[in-house]
């Protein structure tokens, strides 16, 4: 599958829209406060930097919030699948597509 990591530079207000990792993943925020929302029934679950986090396999995330800047470091095995709420896939995105956009 390829693990990958990346830092995310994320200013106050981004998202990332519902997705979940067929992988494990690990971050470490460094700066800021991320809000993770579950799966439909789920509470939200806010960090606050310095944090780490662990995300299980298939771990859907409805929507990952930054209310201030934020920034952190993750290690992925495997992609990120980017999902419509019925849960099926937008993009897939692997260490592949991301070394092939930071080359362009």
């Not at 509470?43 to 310095?50: I, K």
């Not at 298939?58 to 419509?84: C, K, W």
Request: overall charge negative; glycine content about 14%.
């Amino acid at each position: 599958m390829g693990a990958w990591t990346a830092i995310f530079d994320c200013p106050a207000g981004s998202s990332f829209r519902s997705s979940y990792p067929p992988g494990p993943g690990e971050y470490l925020l460094t700066k800021g406060q991320i809000d993770i929302r579950g799966g439909k029934n789920a509470v939200r679950d806010s960090g606050y930097a310095p944090g780490y986090g662990y995300e299980s396999a298939n771990a859907r995330h409805d929507m990952t919030y930054f209310p201030v800047d934020s920034e952190f470091y993750m290690t992925f095995l495997g992609p990120l699948v980017f999902i419509q709420p019925d849960g099926s896939p937008i993009a897939v995105i692997g260490w592949e597509q991301v070394q092939g956009a930071w080359l362009a």
